[in-house]
């Protein structure tokens, strides 16, 4: 079994499971520190062993397509589904909310340093706010209470809480009055999805 799941963890790490797939790894990083670690510890390899090949030039349309993917709303796709679910939204609409993601305009500062907020009409299923946060990069966010519950889907880059460390594709809930810290990964600014109704500064 252990064996089946390390698998799975190189073809997580490289984006080769599927949208069921992706979830079930996700949900296994999000309960075990050690497996957590493990997926770290081979992204960090995978990226040395990158840096070692001789470039390829690609023809010029190949470049042209992977970049809009890399830099493009479709990076996110494997996340879709799950988005949609999470605020009550149709993929097209979600699609054009991503696109604020990358634009600087669309931000604004949130209620601490390092943390910026985009806002957005959740579908009517959805009683709570709903946006996208980024936080820079190695930031810590201090403890603070939800005042309601908030569902939590992580985008881009990482963050660390409690020793545990989340990737892009998790989904974490917090019920109402649940009190936590976290720090976003150093490699990249976090962007994350989220539904909540408010928190407080502890």
Same mark, same amino acid.
């Given at each position: ?19 069921? @797939? ?11 520190? @050690? ?7 081979? $992204? ?19 470049? @042209?397509?992977?970049?809009? +993917? ?5 990076? #996110?796709?494997? #996340?879709?589904?799950?988005?949609? $679910?999470?605020?009550?939204?149709? =993929?097209?609409?979600?699609? =054009? ?20 907020? +985009?806002? #957005? ?10 946006? #996208? ?5 190695? $930031? ?11 569902? +939590?889907?992580?985008? =881009?880059?990482? /963050?660390? =809480?409690?020793?545990?460390?989340? /990737?892009?594709? $998790?989904?974490?809930?917090? &019920? ?5 810290? /976290? +720090?976003?990964? &150093? ?9 909540? &109704? ?5």
């Amino acid at each position: 079994m252990k064996g089946e799941i390390l698998d799975c963890l190189s073809n997580y790490v490289l984006h080769r499971l599927s949208e069921d @797939e992706t979830k079930e790894m996700a949900r296994i990083l999000a309960s075990s520190p @050690e497996l957590s670690k493990e997926c770290a510890l081979l $992204q960090h390899v995978l990226a040395l062993r990158a840096a070692t090949l001789a470039p390829i030039a690609p023809p010029p349309a190949v470049r @042209e397509r992977l970049l809009a +993917t890399l830099h493009g709303v479709d990076r #996110f796709r494997p #996340f879709l589904g799950r988005l949609c $679910q999470i605020v009550d939204l149709p =993929e097209d609409l979600m699609c =054009e909310l991503l696109e604020r993601v990358d634009n600087p305009a669309a931000w604004e500062p949130g209620p601490v340093p390092g943390l910026f907020l +985009t806002h #957005f009409e959740p579908g009517p299923r959805i009683m709570a706010n709903a946006g #996208f946060i980024r936080v820079r990069r190695g $930031q810590t966010i201090l403890r603070h209470r939800h005042l309601g519950a908030e569902v +939590t889907l992580v985008l =881009e880059g990482t /963050f660390w =809480e409690d020793g545990v460390r989340y /990737f892009p594709g $998790q989904l974490v809930e917090r &019920s109402a009055g649940s009190v936590h810290a /976290f +720090t976003a990964g &150093s490699e990249r600014d976090l962007v994350f999805a989220v539904t909540h &109704s408010g928190v407080e500064i502890v």
